[in-house]
């Protein structure tokens, strides 16, 4: 079955730091991948995707992430992070099971400390 | 792009009582979708709505508590039922745009419930 997992619920750094928000997947075919993230009270908005081609997208905000098929993975990277970034983070999966969905990952709260 | 907007906002409700939550799409649209967000969770997909058709629903959700209408291609409603204190959530509406061969979902604000 499609799923994605977000092992971090909770990251907190410090702002200027790095950031790098893990995001695993599980599916059959190629995934198509996304980030959205929600500031408090906010609805999602998209930070970058992955459909195909060059595995290092790059996204809104100074966001990218890379795609590893061999690790299933599409983690979010940020080299400096500022207090705006405070927010959760979603990572999701473009599923084809009948329907076209997404399936999201539990999301990673992001605190960034002054 | 697509611009959605979501009627109302918040609500607060009590046990037993019905709320409709409206979603317009400032674009014409095939698919629509209905998430919840239970608090400090993911989101959870309800059903597609295709206009035109009856919406498809996920496991663990039914018609009858989560009745939907699709009228055009700019606007549907989801209706939470006979509401009880565990469906308090956020409740999101997205729709589904392709561009060639890239998809994108675009997502409302968001109407957050909470029921008494």
């Known amino acids: 079955a499609q799923s994605v997992t977000q092992p971090d619920i909770h990251i907190t750094v410090s702002e200027g730091a790095s950031l790098e928000l893990r995001c695993n997947y599980s599916?059959?075919?190629?995934?198509?991948l996304f980030w959205y993230v929600q500031s408090p009270g906010q609805g999602l908005q998209l930070l970058l995707k992955y459909f195909s081609g060059d595995t290092l997208v790059q996204g809104i905000k100074g966001f990218e992430a890379e795609f590893k098929r061999s690790q299933s993975s599409f983690n979010l990277r940020k080299p400096s992070v500022h207090w705006s970034d405070a927010a959760e983070y979603f990572c999701?999966?473009?599923?084809?099971?009948?329907?076209?969905?997404?399936?999201f990952g539990t999301g990673t709260r992001l605190k960034v400390l002054a | 792009s697509a611009v959605i907007s979501q009627k109302p906002s918040r609500d607060i409700c009590q046990r037993g009582t019905s709320l409709t939550i409206q979603c317009q799409v400032d674009?014409?649209?095939?698919?629509m979708f209905w998430y919840r967000q239970q608090p400090g969770q993911s989101l959870t997909l309800i059903a597609t709505?295709?206009?035109?058709?009856?919406?498809?629903?996920e496991s663990g959700f039914v018609i009858d508590k989560f009745p939907i209408s699709r009228p055009n291609l700019t606007f549907s409603t989801l209706t939470v039922s006979n509401m009880s204190p565990e469906d308090s959530s956020i409740y999101l509406c997205?729709?589904?745009?392709?561009?060639?061969?890239?998809?994108?979902?675009?997502f409302g604000p968001g109407t957050r419930l909470t029921v008494l």
């Open positions: 997205s729709v589904e745009l392709w561009d060639r061969k890239n998809n994108e979902q675009f």
């Open positions: 709505a295709n206009q035109g058709s009856e919406a498809t629903y």
């Open positions: 599916y059959g075919a190629t995934p198509y």
């Open positions: 999701a999966v473009g599923a084809r099971t009948g329907t076209y969905k997404y399936i």
């Open positions: 674009s014409q649209v095939t698919m």
